[in-house]
């Protein structure tokens, strides 16, 4: 089993994450090669492919959102994820497992609801119109008053596979959180529960080379051991620095380490810094949790490749600035190559006439 150094798989990963080279692909390519975009707010997703594909406009993705080729939905982690509607179907019915234990950490304080008619009514509702959770809690509340009200909504959101409807998450727009069943949104429902194996190839082409840990980060799910096994004929393998296994897909990309990697902005929440149980592959061991507080994410930026800051971007009227403020101090070259993919930033994610980019003192 050859050993794999965290360069090595720092730019394996990179590679299949569309980091190394803008891609020439649409929008709903890269959707569905990502596997989804991790979603809970709006913006990200648009920023995460700018970063990855070649003229990337986000009116693009916000064309599939309109015409329903692409859905925000709780997928992977109990998290919303914008997924192409394919993946939507395939994707939801293989994590429900680990919403149905989920809901079982909340049975103490849904005492006396019968959950079968919670989902009943709760479907009729969102089925009729698109619904806000609020609407919805009131409602089952009227049904069963001395339950707890987030109980109730998280029986509905883990029962139910509820999609946010447009305009939420549409570029330029503003809406709030409006929810449907994905079967009225799309006109179709999920099949049946699709064995994992598919999904794991086509995590590894996206996130490999990977352990057993990762992928059920990544997916929120436990046992997936059973299914490597059963694929290890079709995989190639390797052991990290820690002499952790690794799975890969034997003709996936696979650079070598010195592969100049540029830098790159990540918007909060991008799934390259969230879907390894191990993240020393992007993370340095010194920047451990500071790509985040608590449940919040922060923009950053990747310099040769791993996590080197963060930045905040601010639109006010006709300008906008972007803030920079690396981890250790820069030299010329890193600070120059910064300041050029800001620039595209500025110029390819705002419409403001004005722009303003700012280093911050550095943060070590």
């Given at each position: 089993m050859a050993p794999m150094s965290t360069r090595a798989l720092n730019r394996a990963t990179l590679d299949r994450q569309l980091l190394l080279r803008r891609a020439p692909w649409s929008a709903e390519e890269a959707v569905t090669h990502l596997l989804g975009l991790q979603a809970q707010n709006t913006r990200p997703p648009y920023f995460q492919l700018w970063s990855r594909l070649a003229g990337f406009d986000p009116r693009e993705l916000s064309g599939l959102l309109a015409d329903r080729a692409v859905v925000r939905i709780v997928t992977m982690r109990s998290t919303i994820h914008l997924h192409t509607a394919d993946d939507a179907l395939t994707l939801r019915p293989l994590v429900q497992a680990a919403r149905e234990r989920e809901l079982r950490a909340f049975r103490g304080r849904l005492a006396g609801v019968d959950l079968d008619r919670l989902t009943d009514l709760s479907r009729d509702m969102v089925e009729e119109r698109p619904r806000t959770m609020k609407e919805l809690r009131e409602r089952l509340l009227a049904e069963w008053p001395d339950a707890d009200p987030l109980a109730l909504s998280v029986a509905a959101r883990c029962r139910l596979p509820l999609v946010q409807v447009t305009p939420r998450g549409l570029w330029g727009r503003s809406g709030q959180v409006a929810l449907t069943t994905v079967e009225q949104w799309l006109g179709r429902g999920p099949g049946t529960v699709p064995a994992p194996d598919a999904t794991v190839l086509r995590y590894l082409s996206a996130f490999g080379p990977a352990s057993v840990k990762d992928m059920q980060m990544w997916a929120g799910l436990t046992r997936l051991g059973e299914v490597f096994e059963r694929l290890r004929p079709q995989l190639?393998?390797?052991?990290?620095?820690?002499?952790?296994?690794?799975?890969?897909?034997?003709?996936?990309?696979?650079?070598?380490?010195?592969?100049?990697?540029?830098?790159?902005?990540?918007?909060?929440?991008?799934?390259?810094?969230?879907a390894h149980a191990d993240r020393t592959r992007v993370i340095p061991a010194e920047y451990r949790g500071r790509n985040g507080k608590g449940n919040q994410n922060f923009g950053t930026f990747l310099l040769d490749g791993f996590l080197a800051g963060i930045w905040r971007l601010k639109e006010d009227r006709d300008t906008a600035t972007l803030q920079l403020d690396p981890f250790a101090r820069l030299g010329r070259a890193d600070r120059d190559a910064l300041a050029e993919e800001g620039e595209r930033l500025l110029s390819g994610m705002t419409g403001a006439g004005a722009h303003h980019l700012r280093f911050g003192a550095f943060t070590g």
């Open positions: 190639v393998t390797f052991r990290d620095s820690a002499g952790t296994e690794l799975f890969d897909l034997p003709e996936a990309p696979r650079p070598d380490e010195d592969t100049p990697a540029p830098p790159r902005f990540l918007p909060e929440f991008d799934n390259l810094l969230l």
